[in-house]
Each structure stands twice: as C-alpha cells, then as structure tokens.
C-alpha cells in the first residue's frame, strides 16, 4: 500500500526549512527516504528502523515514529542543491520473507535564489 | 565501486520487436530489482531478485521477462509491448533482499528511457 506524502510540492528559498511527511496505515519495518533530480536516478538519503530513531546526514535529518505509523524529513538551512522531488519508501517484507519498498506519490521542493 | 550502470540509456522499439535492457552492479549485492518510472510518478516495484532467484514478481505482464544471469547482471526482456510501457525503467541493488535492515539502501542506475511506437 503506497504511503502518504504531504506536501506534494514546497519552494523555499535558500536558507529556509522544510519538512516533508510520510505516514502509512500499514505496520513498517523501516522508512527509507530518497532523492531524485530531474532526468536523474533516485539518490538514497537514509533509512530510519522501528524504534523511534532518528537520523541525520549534513542538515538533512529525519524521524520515524513507528507507533504513529510516520516519518518527517527535515531540511534545514536549504541549499539550492536540495530541489529535486523527494520520495518516502515504506517497507513491508512480503510472504516470501523479502523486501518490498512502496515509494510515496514524492514532494517536489524547489529552492531558489 | 557504488555504480548501477544500464544499457541502453534510450531506447525506441515498436510493438512487435524484441528488446533487452542490461543493469550490471560490482558491489557484491545479492539482491536486484527492476523499477518501473512513469513521468512525475513514484518509481513502481516489478521484480525482485534475491541470490540470483526470481523472489517477486508484482503481477507484471508477461511481455515483460526478466532475468539474472549470475550476481552481477540484471536484463530484462521485452517482446510486443503497448505503448503505454513506455517509461524510465530502473534497476537498482542492494545488499540483501530478506530482512530489513541499516544496510539495505538501494543504489539505482540511471534508468533505460523506453519509448513504445
């Protein structure tokens, strides 16, 4: 089932913050957060497990409450190299014991001068 | 080497042709996949390789066959497609397929761009 992302889309100038949210009605093993810039291949930002963890890489940090079934990405301080369209991944394994990850609907951000 | 390369980059192919797509990773990964991009969409899961073994199959028609050579090598075949499987095809890797974990992301190529006449 294809998590939920909101917003869809966010422009914000450099320096400013943005958070993006994930949320699934299903159980989640993990969250898995991605970047992808226009023509290019998604570029992976991190992953979050169950467990309430957070995470952080530069001045990109997310959470994932695994009771509230949720992830947030948090951009601060944005860097005109943050636009792209950001997708959530939520993670289920399937009968077969393997790995599946749904990407959310993603949120475009673009940040300009 | 942290590369996911795909051949071709571009592909135009008309209904009744037979086509592969190529996907070939270094990074010691047992676990492969095959995406499919539709433009301003999510990437959509296809097909699951884990230890060279087909493990998911998400339902995707039959004109559309993958396969895994050895470790390293992902194709995926293509005979009389619709037009409407024109899209960005991605393969990705990653170190396993079974049980999450920390060290599960996913490394994409940069995608076979696929055009249906």
Not at chain 1, 33 to 48: C, D, N, S, T
Not at chain 1, 63 to 71: G, P
Not at chain 1, 96 to 101: F, L, S
């Amino acid at each position: 089932q294809q998590p939920v992302q909101s917003p869809q889309a966010v422009i914000l100038r450099e320096g400013e913050d943005a958070v993006i949210n994930c949320s699934s009605s299903k159980a989640l093993y993990s969250v898995h957060w991605y970047r992808q810039k226009h023509g290019e291949a998604p570029v992976f930002l991190m992953i979050l497990l169950k467990g309430g963890e957070q995470k952080g890489h530069d001045k990109i940090s997310a959470s994932f409450n695994e009771k509230k079934q949720q992830s947030s990405l948090y951009l601060t301080a944005s860097q005109l190299s943050y636009s792209g369209t950001y997708f959530c991944g939520t993670e289920a394994v399937d009968s077969g014991g393997y790995q599946k990850v749904t990407f959310g609907i993603g949120t475009k951000l673009q940040v300009i001068p | 080497d942290t590369e996911v390369t795909q051949t071709p980059k571009h592909l135009v192919m008309g209904m009744t042709n037979k086509k592969s797509l190529k996907c070939e990773q270094h990074m010691g990964h047992r676990a492969m996949y095959w995406y499919k991009q539709k433009a301003k969409k999510p990437p959509e899961l296809m097909f699951v390789y884990s230890y060279e073994k087909l493990s998911i199959n998400e339902s995707v028609p039959s004109r559309f066959s993958p396969e895994c050579p050895n470790s390293s090598l992902l194709n995926l075949h293509l005979h009389a497609l619709q037009p409407e499987d024109s899209a960005l095809y991605l393969c990705a890797s990653s170190q396993e397929a079974t049980l999450p974990s920390s060290y599960n992301e996913q490394f994409f190529g940069p995608g076979t761009r696929l055009t249906v006449l």
